[in-house]
């Protein structure tokens, strides 16, 4: 069941971003520096995250080039049952690396209508946070390397999310 409502989630969001202004990302990504334990600190609740806090991902060169992707989180609290859902990344924007793709259902296999788009839309220079969303602009994550993000930085996120009309008051923070 809930592999059904991923691939709902996957293919609604596919096709809805018609009409919507373009979306800019950074400049430039290195994949070997974005690899590693990337903590949320605040996101869009997602029907596929109910329940979660002290969420994370943990990203992970595959033997074929693509990232393995480990997202987890514990439920109703940080000491709560943890969940787990591994997937795959790929680069779609090679000039960039900041247009990926990224699919949990059938991960052995690259398949467009399972995967959903993860654009990096603002990257710090020592890569300890970052903003994520996709043009649809129905997903949005604020990460960090540290569970505790400093509260400047989190607001230049916030109104950088915000002047890419990102709808803000939807943003939710992560309990760690």
């Given amino acids: 069941m809930k ?44 029907k596929f995250q109910k329940g979660c806090t002290a969420t994370k991902a943990e990203y992970s060169l595959r033997h074929d080039g693509d990232l393995k992707v480990l997202n987890s989180c514990n ?20 000039k960039t690396n900041a ?9 052995e296999f690259r398949f467009f209508l399972f995967s959903g788009n993860y654009w990096i839309l603002d990257l710090d220079e020592n890569y300890d946070s970052v903003l994520v969303g996709d043009k649809s602009r129905k997903y949005l994550w604020i990460l ?26 939807k943003l939710v923070k992560t309990i760690h």
């Fill in 3 to 46: 592999a059904l409502i991923l691939v709902v989630f996957l293919c609604t969001a596919q096709f809805s971003f018609a009409g919507r202004s373009p979306l800019e990302t950074v400049d430039y990504v290195s994949i070997d520096k974005y690899l590693g334990t990337w903590y949320e600190i605040a996101s869009f609740p997602q």
């Fill in 75 to 94: 439920l109703g609290s940080p000491e709560g049952e943890l969940k787990q859902a591994e997937g795959r990344a790929w680069v779609k924007d090679k």
């Fill in 99 to 107: 247009k990926l793709k990224v699919q949990f259902f059938l991960r």
């Fill in 144 to 169: 960090s390397r540290d569970p505790k993000m400093n509260a400047e930085r989190y607001t230049e996120l916030v109104e950088k999310a915000k002047a890419l009309k990102f709808d803000v008051s």
